[in-house]
Structure formats: C-alpha cells, structure tokens
C-alpha cells in the first residue's frame, strides 16, 4: 500500500491539490478582510469625511484620540465589560455544561431550550429587552409588589446599573454557546479518570477540581479567547437597546468608533478606534495562546 | 466498488465518536446538585423572556398596558402579526433569505475548495493558508467595516443585496475553513490515493470523494454560517439605507421606530424573525450542535 502511494508521488513532481482551489477563498478573504485590515491602518494617519477625498493627517487622529475623553472611556467601558462578562459567563457557562454533560434525556431537553437565546439576532435581542426593561411598561416594573422586587428597577436609564445590564444581556444570548463548548469538553473526559480518582477516595466536588477542570484547560482558553475577543464586537446590543446611554454610560468602543465614523464623519479617527480594536483582538488571542501553552496542554493529555 | 468500500469507511468514522464517547461517559453516583439547582435557575432566566415575548405579542394594544405582564392575555389576537405582515415583512424575509442563501452558498463553494487544497497540497505556501484563516478567528473583523464601507462605495455596490453578500461571505470563510479542514484531515489518506491510482484528478477527488465524506461538516457549517449571516446588524446598516432593501434585523430596528408605542407589535416582528431560524434549528439541531462542538473542539 506505501508502495503503490510512493510510487504515485515520484509520478507527479509538483502533484497534490492545486493552487487554483485555494485561491477563490483567499481572495475573498483578502479582499474585504485583509486589505481592508491594512486599509485600516492608511485611513487611521488619513483626513477623511467619508465622501471627499483622503489627505494625510499624520498622527492627528491619534493625538486626538489620545486626548478624547470620550474614546477613554468608551476603552475604559469596553475593558470593564470584557472582564465583567468573562468573570460571569464563565463559571455559568462551566457549571451548566459539566451538568449537561450527563445524558439523561431531560438534560438534553435542557439543553435544546437553552440554545434558544443563541438562534435569536442580536438586533431582537436587544428590542425584545429594551420593551421588557421599559421603565414604565417594562416586566420588571411589574415587579414591584412582590417577592422579586429588587428587580425593579429602571435598567436601562440607571447609569450605575446600565452596563451590567447589558453584560446580562449578553450573557443572555452567549452562554449556551459556551456551555455547549465546555459540556463537549466534559464529555471527552476519559472516565478511567474519574474512576481513579474515585478508588482515591475522592468526593464529587473533588472531582470537579482536581479531574474535570484540569481536564477542561484547553475548552476554558478556546472558550476564553472568543468570549474576549468578542467582547470587542459587541456592537448591535448597545446600539439597539441603549444607543450608548444614558450619557456616555455604555458606549463600548465599537459603537464609539460607529459614531464616530458614520454619525460625526470623522472616519480617520474612528479608523484609529478600529487599529486599537485589530490590536486588541490580536495581543489577546495572541497572548492567551502563549499563556496557556499549547504544547504544555498536549503533553498533559498524553500523560493522562 | 469505490463508492460501496467509501461508504462503509464513511460509516465506521460516522459511529466511532459516539462509541468512543459512550465508553468514557463519566458516571455519577452521587448527583450533581449545584448543578442542578443553577440549572433550574438558569432555565427561568432563559424561559421568563421568551415566554415575555410569546404572550406580549399576542396581547392587544390596549392589553399591554393592564394586567400582569407575565398572565396569559384576556383577550389574545394575532392582530400584530397581520400588522408586521401588512408593513413589508415579506420583502424583509426574501431580502434576507437572498443575502443569506448567497453568502452561505458562496462560503462554502470557496471554503471547501480551499480545505480540501490545504490538506491535500504538497506546496507549503498552501498549506500555510490555514494560518492565516485560524488568524482571521482571532480578530475582531467587524473593526474593518470603514474600509469595507469605502470599497464598495467605491465599486459601486453601495445598497445593493451584493454588497451584503460578499464582505459577510468573507467574514465566514476563515471559521468555515478551519471547520472543514479538521474534517477533511480525518479521511485517511489511503482513500485518496487509491482513488489517485485509478487515475482521479484532483477536482474529481474533491467532488466525489471529499464532499461526500464530510457532509455532516458541510451541514453544520452551513447552519452555523447561515445563523450569522441572518442575523447579521452591521453590515444591512452601514452597507445600504434604501427600505426596499431592508434585512430582517434592520427591518426590526425600524419598526421600533415605527411602531413607537405598539410595543406588542414590534415583539411581534421579533418573535415572526425568529420563526424561520427556530425551524431549521428544529430540523438540525443535531448536526448544528454535535458539529459546533467538534469544530471548535479541535
């Protein structure tokens, strides 16, 4: 069988899958992903009002930007959230999808209802949340007699209370992805392991931490990366449901750079926002892959 | 012969993983109750907002305003679905179903030629591609839309379905591809090269080889691709401003405008554009959800 495969290679010198069938996808991709990465970078040193033309502006953008106390604190807003909304989806996330991991049917069931959030757009979401959260005809402040009145309260126009409630939302609509990821992780889990450490004397709770969550370290980075790389994407949420507001109060960075571009027709800085967004992303992804060390991870499964 | 000897392969790899996990489901004596307490928890939060929707939506006017938010409607009409209906919701639904039947279908023509190239080639340039389609994961794309926005004013695509088409298509190339590579890596080599032997081009291997064994792949990309580009926001707002040319969620944030103080209308339209998304979810839920966790497993 190698032999016949050999000998079928020596006959083609080049031989293997041609360069044409890569290249459709690359120029899709290149063309309105890549280029524009670099095209980017161009327009954040450019003047442009987005129909004129493009002049050279140097480092005013940034120096701009710099100074901008808006774009601080859309930065400052859009850090808060990516940790807030880690800090919570994570343990959900882990906790729901260790529990979905089991296959009894009525966890299954669970498990389909759960998705639902995820089918919706985030532009329903968010509608459907902005009327649920109305101050004045919203569930919430039907609320108010009764045992969960802590929960009324006005979530969208309380600045203090704003950003968390679109984390929650977020959380809302992304956490069944995420436990979707870990209850396949679970899953994969050898249950020699759990045996072992059962003849050890182990207690459930011991179990989850000294063999699943070990065991988990390559779901919590892969699931890790996307939930902070996408929290530099949250876009339709805020746009839709609080428009940035009340004040500056949830305008995260993608929708300053949004307002900035489209609505005030600066877009040499909203252009600079974008190269801090690009950058973002990239140390992020970047940095927890290293972090984590992927050849650490391997060997750690092949020792078990 | 070839096809009969593919399809028992195709089987064999089709049953593993499920014996496989069978074999390792870790069993619990002592049941997990943290667990299940949060996930009754995590059940009313996911079920109180739907069900919000479902009631407020067949509520009348006058309905929303009296009564608990949460009790079954006194008087329950579908009248603010006619009302979505009768206000250009059908054109909303084709405009999305085009944008998105040609972004998927694009998508995967290009993603499937190039996954299949990636792991069959033997120049190095090629299969480096995956790299930079695994970068373009990491990325927050959406942080290109001025530029995206520039070139197709200036190819002259502006408000147009096109213009919506081709930069979401782009977007879901890179995920597309991993997906699809980590699968096409699975098929043994062997299968290919006795197909090589009995002389198959390349192109012949990709149609009658490659695709027919990673179709479980191919669907569930295809779902997840469609999933994003129906929903997509972004692009339908920066990309095109005529109402005719309207896609759902952009057709959503207008009716809030419109509908104003209609609130069980707009929800209406918010429980109508999900209704075709929850079908396909019912239909393939099982491949959306088994090929989610695989690709991104990997």
Known sequence: MTGISASARVKRPRGGAPLLMALPALLLFGLFALLPMVFVVILSVSKWDGLGDISWAGGANWSHLWNSGVTRHAL??????????????????????????????????????????????????????????????????????????????????????????????ISWQFVPFHSLLYQAGVRQIPATMYEAARLDGASTIQQFFFVTLPQLRYTIVTSSTLMLVGSLTYFDVVFIMTGGGPGYSTRLLPLDMYITGFQSHDFGEASAIAVVLVAAGLAISLGLVKFSGFSRMQSQTAGA | ??????????????????????????????????????????????????????????????????????????????????????????????????????????????????????????????????????????????????????????????????????????????????????????????????????????????????????????????????????????????????????????ALFDFQGQFTVNVPAIIASVVLSTLPILALYIVGRRQLVSGLTAGFGK
């Open chain 2, 1 to 250: 012969m070839m096809s009969l000897l593919t399809e028992r392969r195709q089987r064999q790899l089709a049953a593993q993983p499920d014996r496989l996990a069978n074999k390792t489901r870790p069993r619990r004596r002592v049941g997990n109750v943290p667990g299940a307490l949060f996930s009754l928890m995590w059940l009313g939060i996911v079920i109180v907002p739907l069900y919000w929707m479902v009631i407020t939506s067949l509520r009348t006017q006058n309905g929303f305003f009296d009564g608990s938010p949460l009790a079954w409607p006194k008087h329950p009409t579908l009248d603010n679905y006619r009302t979505v209906l009768d206000n250009d919701f059908w054109r909303y639904l084709m405009n999305s179903v085009i944008v998105t039947v040609g972004g998927v279908g694009l998508t995967l023509a290009v993603s499937l030629m190039a996954a299949y190239a990636i792991v069959r080639s033997k120049r190095r340039f090629v299969r480096g591609t995956f790299n930079l389609f695994l970068l373009g994961l990491a990325i927050p794309l959406q942080a290109t839309i001025i530029p995206i926005y520039y070139m197709i004013v200036k190819l002259h695509l502006y408000d147009t379905l096109l213009a919506l088409v081709l930069p979401s298509a782009a977007f879901a190339v890179p995920i597309t591809v991993v997906i699809l590579t980590n699968f096409l890596r699975d098929v043994p080599g062997e299968l290919f090269e006795s197909m090589h032997v009995e002389g198959a081009g390349e192109w012949r291997m990709l149609f009658s080889l490659a695709i027919p064994l990673v179709r479980p792949a191919i669907t569930t990309v295809a779902v997840y691709d469609a999933l994003q580009i129906w929903n997509g926001f972004l692009f339908p707002l920066i990309l095109t401003q005529s109402p005719d040319l309207r896609v759902l969620p952009l």
């Open chain 1, 76 to 169: 400052w807003l859009t850090a808060k959230v990516m940790i807030f909304s880690w800090v919570i989806q994570t343990p959900i996330s882990l906790l729901l999808g260790v529990f979905l991991a089991g296959r009894q049917r009525y966890r299954a069931l669970l498990a389909a209802v759960f998705f639902v959030p995820l089918l919706l757009s985030s532009a329903a979401v968010a509608l459907a949340y902005r009327n649920l959260l109305d101050p004045n005809f919203g569930l919430t402040q039907s609320l108010k007699d009764g045992p969960f009145d802590l929960l009324a309260k006005d979530w969208l126009g309380n600045q203090n209370l704003v950003l968390f409630t679109v984390i929650f939302v």
